[in-house]
Nanobody, 125 residues
Framework: QVQLLEFGGGSVQAGRSLRLSCAAS????????MGWFRQGLGKEREFVAS????????NHADSVRGRFIISRDTTKTTMYLQMNRLQPEDTDVYYC??????????????????WGQGTQVTFSS
């Protein structure tokens, strides 16, 4: 059974950086895509970025491209989201997701099968 566990959320000041991690277990992930979504209070879950596990090819949402970078370490079965130049509008709960099928163009949350519990990113003044 696929299990995903996020780490690394917290409070950060605007303009600073934060790195989220997602530890995956339960199977081998070749042939899978993994991704990050985020959800604010009262909002729909929004696609952030995805990565093809085997090749490392990526896709980033327009809202984060150039600021956020998705990556993975296959030896640790861990995915990362490096978030730079954070802004108050980036305040959300961030979720790790996985789905079979090695494509990175699935941006709707309903297209993803496995989810972590989420990690909160907030801003401090």
């Amino acid at each position: 059974q696929v299990q995903l566990l996020e780490f690394g959320g917290g409070s950060v000041q605007a303009g600073r950086s934060l790195r989220l991690s997602c530890a995956a277990s339960g199977r081998t992930f070749n042939g899978y895509a993994m991704g990050w979504f985020r959800q604010g209070l009262g909002k729909e879950r929004e696609f952030v970025a995805s990565i093809r596990w085997a090749s490392g090819s990526t896709n980033h949402a327009d809202s984060v491209r150039g600021r956020f970078i998705i990556s993975r370490d296959t030896t640790k079965t861990t995915m990362y989201l490096q978030m730079n130049r954070l802004q108050p509008e980036d305040t959300d709960v961030y979720y790790c997701a996985a789905r079979p099928g090695a494509v990175v163009d699935r941006t709707q949350s309903a297209e993803w099968d496995y989810w972590g519990q989420g990690t909160q990113v907030t801003f401090s003044s």
